[in-house]
């Protein structure tokens, strides 16, 4: 299993700069970047600072979606990344949430995320590409194609992931909950010839290392409340007879969501959520018990633990993981 960092960037470039060259040094692999352009700083020139300044770390986004930038933009953003980076740009993407919602747009369709995937890969790839009746090219590209991992919880989205997908990002680090999503994503990856044995399948969720766990659970207590926005568009669509409780029956008693205080620590969006939620979806506790779900997490198949490095002290979260954790799975 590797290891990454996902950012809210809303933090200075000095401070990205900063954690970046640190998580690097401490084994991460991995630095996505959340693409929220309205809520927070516009992504892509942050991770262009973040492959300047990085030797080996692999860099995307977690997630951006087919309905805030047109897919060619986003294959030439990609493409000219790869030149910048030496071709270690990933695509993270998916239907849309904050970045269309804040502006009072829905999730775009799974069809639309499919043909801009496609779209994304033939351009960066430097192959002739319809798009709109008409024939496009990238002569200058490259030709260093990003992985691709597609974000989804319902069963429909987590099959587009295994069939167009390299890899699904998976928002919690509840181990019941993601064996039901990789079920799902099995069927994706088998009707379309894969073998899911090379599938890529991440995990992300904020860590906060301490014996202490009101604090701990305190400090990471908005994950659970930004799942729940994609809970209820599931509840909508499916109902709750087709999704596991697990999954369902803690957003009862949400009265809400404020997007402007989105994967916000002490916001009011998470007053429902319960602290056995907080177990369950995010990491907390001592090293020890870091190390045990994250094996836990590893036996059931998951490839990649990213950290949302987003609830305060970044530097010691990284500074215990690098000394203390990623060195047990080197």
């Known amino acids: 299993m590797e290891f990454a960092i996902t950012f809210k960037p809303d933090m200075t470039p000095e401070h990205i700069v900063a954690l970046t060259r640190q998580a690097e040094a401490a084994g991460f692999t991995y630095g996505w970047i959340f693409d929220s352009h309205v809520l927070w700083q516009e992504p892509y020139p942050l991770m262009t600072l973040m492959a300047v300044n990085s030797e080996r770390m692999r860099i995307g986004t977690c997630v951006t979606n087919p309905g805030v930038r047109d897919a060619t933009v986003t294959a030439s953003l990609l493409a000219t990344l790869n030149r910048i980076s030496g071709g270690r740009m990933d695509l993270g993407i998916g239907r849309g ?60 989205a987590l099959r587009c992931a295994g069939r167009s997908g390299d890899g699904v990002i998976l928002q919690f680090a509840d181990p019941d909950l993601i064996r039901w999503c990789l079920g799902y994503v099995r069927e994706g990856a088998e009707e379309a010839g894969k073998d899911f044995s090379k599938f890529r399948v991440m995990a992300a969720a904020p860590v906060w290392v301490s014996d202490d766990l009101e604090k701990a659970r305190d400090q990471v207590r908005w994950f659970p409340a930004l799942v729940s926005n994609h809970v209820v568009d599931l509840i909508a669509r499916y109902g709750m007879e087709q999704l596991p409780e697990a999954l369902t029956a803690y957003v009862k008693s949400r009265q809400g969501y404020d997007y402007l205080h989105h994967a916000e620590v002490g916001s009011s969006n998470a007053e429902f959520v319960t602290d056995k939620i907080v177990d369950r979806f995010a990491i907390v506790g001592g090293v020890e018990e870091q190390i045990r779900r994250l094996r836990e997490l590893e036996e059931i198949g998951v490839t990649q633990f990213n950290i949302y490095l987003m609830s305060g002290d970044e530097e010691e979260t990284l500074k215990i993981y690098g000394r203390d954790i990623v060195p047990k799975w080197c």
């Open 97 to 156: 949430d904050s970045s269309r919602r804040v502006m009072g747009k829905k999730p775009l369709t799974l069809d639309r995320l499919e043909e801009t995937v496609n779209i994304v890969r033939g351009l960066c790839a430097g192959d002739k590409v319809n798009y709109e009746e008409r024939d496009l090219q990238f002569n200058w590209t490259t030709k260093d194609v990003p992985p691709v991992w597609i974000a989804g919880y319902g069963p429909k």
